[in-house]
């Protein structure tokens, strides 16, 4: 099964060249035209990865990423830009972007960026499994422990019990002598 990638950018004529680049790597591509369009794609499909442009109208890649993030946290974004603005940049990573990467793409830092995003999207339904894992077994021990204690005190009550009829059977028998 592919793995599938919202793309994002009002630039046509990368979209069709990145929607190759990213079907020759494996992906089933989603596009959208702007912002408001990659949106409502999302919401539609939430898909895993996205990548979009930064600079387009009605909404750019900036409040999507935040719009994406709010609504989607785990969704991983990956951001384009034809502008090498490193306070953009940092911008986007501080908004938990998981890359950002300058116009022309290159093809081998787009495949860096997209198994960044894989490994973190597998690294966190590793730890969910793993966190799933530990919660089942500490019920399962607090299950026993508490058995454990229930059995314990059933003994001690049934030591109880029986001092108290060798108590009673003591004094009866000493009863019955007199």
Known sequence: ?????????????????????????????????????????????????VITDIKMPAMDGIDLLKQIKEESPDTEVIMLTGHGDMDLAIECLKLEATDFITKPIRDDLLEIALKRAK?????????????????????????RLLEAERLAAVGQAVEGLSAAF?????????????
Request: negative net charge.
């Open 166 to 178: 060798k108590d009673l059977a003591g004094a009866l028998d000493s009863d019955i002598r007199f």
């Open 119 to 143: 490994d973190k999207i597998r690294m966190r339904r590793q730890l969910a499994e793993y966190t799933q894992h530990l919660e089942r077994m500490v019920e399962e021990k607090s299950a």
């Open 1 to 49: 099964m592919k793995d599938k990638v919202l793309l994002v950018d009002d630039e046509e004529g990368i979209r069709k060249v990145l929607g190759i680049s990213l079907e020759d790597l494996g992906y089933q591509v989603t596009s959208a035209a702007d912002g408001v369009q990659g949106l409502a794609l999302f919401r539609q499909h939430l898909l895993p990865i």
